[in-house]
């Protein structure tokens, strides 16, 4: 995947998208811990469409700031599709946008809540429905965190490009 | 700045003291667009001290999920050494943390409710009181990115250490 996503392009691709259409996007963080925001945030006139994003890294601030049912992470665990898929559902409900696109996992090193390393699941929640994606990457956890971030930011071209 | 600043040992040293001294961490971020969190939960380990971010890119994220008071917006404008005082105040209060970081600027190109390219302020909150810090930066987007990112670390940490 390294080799082959380019990082700039993906940006470019995100950020022609949603200025040339119209359209406004939020983010909900856990295992890119901003990064997301970060790369929807680098090129300049990105306030148009970006409202805001929130970095929930502990279960008390998926909760707190959120609004993730606490017995959802109960059930589901915080590395989850469940809790990924209603991360994007709140970012998009709290800042009024269009889409949302959420990132959870274990990057390692260890595991997490028995969640083998490098799980991530990433949602992304639209107009119409709500998708999601399930990986297992292979990198240190730097390199993990980039290529999660790289691919929610696919899986938000994706949805959002069909939709 | 660039040359002087080593990302990798600032990020260290925030580390050990926050792990080190049992103290938790929480972020809102206008300029910096998430850098700040990404960096805050780059090692392993974060998730003991760092609760959470706020990533209020646009003014109505500022109020809606901040609570900034939309009158100070209105006087003083989004950067402003007051709107990064009380955004950390805000992050710290929401994320019921022992310190915030906060950011606000305009990193370009061109300039921003008037004022000039380069102008970011930042500011720390914590248990005793509020510190901010003025800078004019002079690299490109990205790279002012990265320095203001740091800056607002090395305030942090001098602010915490003397705390």
């Known amino acids: 995947m390294r080799e082959t996503v380019d990082r700039n392009a993906v940006i470019g691709r995100v950020h022609a998208l949603f200025s040339g259409r ?5 983010s909900a963080e856990s295992c890119t811990g901003g990064l997301v925001s970060h790369y929807l945030t680098l090129l300049p006139g990105a306030s148009v469409y970006f409202r805001g994003g ?4 502990s279960n008390n601030a998926k909760i707190r700031l959120l609004g993730i049912s606490p017995s959802l992470i109960e059930s589901h ?10 991360m994007a559902e709140e970012a998009r409900r709290l800042l009024q946008t269009d889409y949302a696109v959420a990132t959870t996992g274990n990057l390692g090193p260890g595991t997490l809540e028995g969640k083998e390393r490098g799980l991530v699941y990433c949602a992304v929640s639209g107009r119409e429905a709500v998708s999601s994606k399930r990986m297992v990457l292979t990198g240190n ?3 993990n965190r980039e290529e ?3 691919l929610a930011l696919l ?3 994706d949805t959002a490009e069909s939709g």
């Open 22 to 26: 119209g359209l406004t996007l939020s």
């Open 54 to 57: 929130l970095v929930t890294y």
């Open 77 to 86: 665990g915080a590395v989850s599709e469940e809790a990924a898929r209603a």
């Open 141 to 143: 956890r730097e390199e």
């Open 148 to 150: 999660a971030a790289l």
């Open 155 to 157: 899986l938000l071209l």
